[in-house]
């Protein structure tokens, strides 16, 4: 059984730092891809950050190039380190794996993704 529990959340200040760490047990599987996803109050999920150790390659929403850090070890951790906070990243991150190839901005669709973990919420104050 696949599980994927998030931690390292929490409460900081504008330009301060979080790291988030996605603890997975793929049941034996090799994703393709995992990554973090956010959730706005009353808004859709969006990609933040994707890492393929099969593809070796990551990727990440605008917004946060330069300032999050997606890495993992093979299929057993993700983490996304996160500088400079803002107050527009407050949010609940959550952690998610697809088994199968997905190409680019394809690669950024929550309805492509098999597993998700329950979320972490990060709160930036000013």
């Known amino acids: 059984q696949v599980q994927l529990v998030e931690s390292g959340g929490g409460l900081v200040q504008a330009g301060d730092s979080l790291r988030l760490t996605c603890a997975a047990s793929?049941?034996?599987?090799?994703?393709?891809?995992m990554a973090w996803f956010r959730e706005f109050p009353e808004k859709e999920r969006e990609f933040v950050a994707g890492?393929?150790?099969?593809?070796?390659?990551t990727d990440y929403e605008e917004t946060v190039k330069g300032r999050f850090i997606i890495s993992g070890e093979a299929s057993n951790a993700v983490y996304l380190q996160m500088d400079r906070l803002k107050v527009e990243d407050t949010a609940v991150y959550t952690c998610?794996?697809?088994?199968?190839?997905?190409?680019?901005?394809?690669?950024?669709?929550?309805?492509?993704?098999?597993?998700w973990g329950q979320g972490t919420q990060v709160t930036v104050s000013s």
């Open positions: 998610a794996a697809r088994n199968y190839f997905c190409a680019s901005t394809g690669c950024h669709l929550p309805e492509v993704y098999d597993y």
């Open positions: 793929m049941d034996g599987k090799s994703p393709f891809i």
């Open positions: 890492i393929s150790w099969i593809a070796n390659k």
